[in-house]
């Protein structure tokens, strides 16, 4: 329907089935997303109360090659990540020998204002969103997406919201469990022994063998 506005949360892992769906063909059942057509034929049911997010490795930047395994929910007001590596750098290693592309911290992609955070981290104003944009990030962080839509200030942990968490908690660990997440099921991620096919300026830049 033109002009209608549907405010509950989805993902791009929505298109495909979308699409596959609105051409008559049978939708295949490694796709774990839902069709968008309820939605866009606005039937009664259509309904979504919660979006699911992973990311692994989108560069070559930390050692061995590994990616940066994060989970997360988003619903209306809360999102919800799970970072089940928080030892590894999310944004990769400050060191460039350990990437791919030869740069600091590799997965943010050179540019001023990369440059000027780096020039100026010790420096009074500055460290706040040198931390925000390359440091470390806990085991779990939880944010109000509606009253801190930036998403700055991390509520895990906090007593007055541990029930929040707990169920946000639950509600991804369900669903990573029947997705066969290899994450939630304790299995080897063969993710972290992706050959890397893009352009190698660090000659001395390994993968780790799968064990």
């Given at each position: 329907?033109?002009g209608?506005?549907?405010?509950d949360?989805?993902?791009?892992?929505?298109?495909?089935?979308?699409?596959l769906?609105?051409?008559?063909?049978?939708?295949?059942?490694?796709m774990?997303a839902?069709?968008?057509?309820?939605?866009?034929?606005?039937k009664?049911?259509?309904?979504?109360?919660?979006?699911?997010?992973?990311?692994?490795?989108?560069?070559g930047?930390?050692?061995?090659?590994?990616?940066?395994?994060?989970?997360?929910?988003?619903t209306?007001?809360?999102?919800y990540?799970?970072?089940?590596?928080?030892?590894?750098w999310?944004?990769?290693n400050?060191d460039?020998?350990?990437?791919a592309?030869?740069?600091p911290?590799?997965?943010?992609?050179?540019?001023?204002?990369?440059?000027?955070?780096?020039d100026?981290?010790?420096?009074?104003g500055?460290?706040?969103?040198?931390?925000?944009?390359f440091?470390?990030?806990?085991?779990?962080e939880?944010?109000?997406?509606?009253?801190?839509?930036?998403?700055?200030?991390?509520?895990?942990?906090?007593?007055?919201?541990?029930?929040?968490?707990?169920?946000?908690?639950?509600?991804?660990?369900?669903?990573?469990?029947s997705?066969?997440?290899?994450?939630?099921l304790?299995l080897?991620?063969?993710?972290?022994?992706?050959?890397?096919?893009?352009?190698?300026?660090?000659?001395n830049?390994?993968?780790?063998?799968?064990?």
């Amino acid at each position: 329907m033109p002009g209608r506005v549907f405010n509950d949360p989805v993902n791009l892992s929505a298109l495909a089935p979308t699409f596959l769906d609105a051409a008559g063909l049978a939708i295949p059942n490694m796709m774990t997303a839902k069709s968008l057509n309820d939605v866009l034929k606005d039937k009664p049911e259509a309904k979504r109360t919660a979006a699911f997010i992973a990311m692994e490795r989108h560069d070559g930047c930390r050692k061995g090659g590994k990616g940066y395994p994060c989970r997360a929910i988003r619903t209306k007001d809360y999102m919800y990540i799970l970072n089940h590596k928080p030892d590894r750098w999310p944004a990769g290693n400050p060191d460039r020998e350990f990437c791919a592309r030869y740069i600091p911290f590799g997965e943010v992609d050179s540019s001023p204002t990369k440059s000027l955070l780096m020039d100026n981290k010790d420096k009074p104003g500055f460290k706040r969103f040198y931390d925000l944009a390359f440091a470390k990030r806990p085991a779990a962080e939880l944010y109000h997406a509606t009253k801190d839509p930036g998403q700055l200030v991390n509520l895990a942990g906090k007593p007055e919201y541990a029930e929040i968490q707990r169920k946000l908690g639950a509600q991804l660990k369900q669903r990573l469990m029947s997705t066969k997440d290899p994450r939630a099921l304790g299995l080897d991620a063969p993710w972290d022994y992706y050959p890397y096919y893009g352009a190698m300026r660090n000659k001395n830049w390994k993968v780790d063998p799968k064990p």
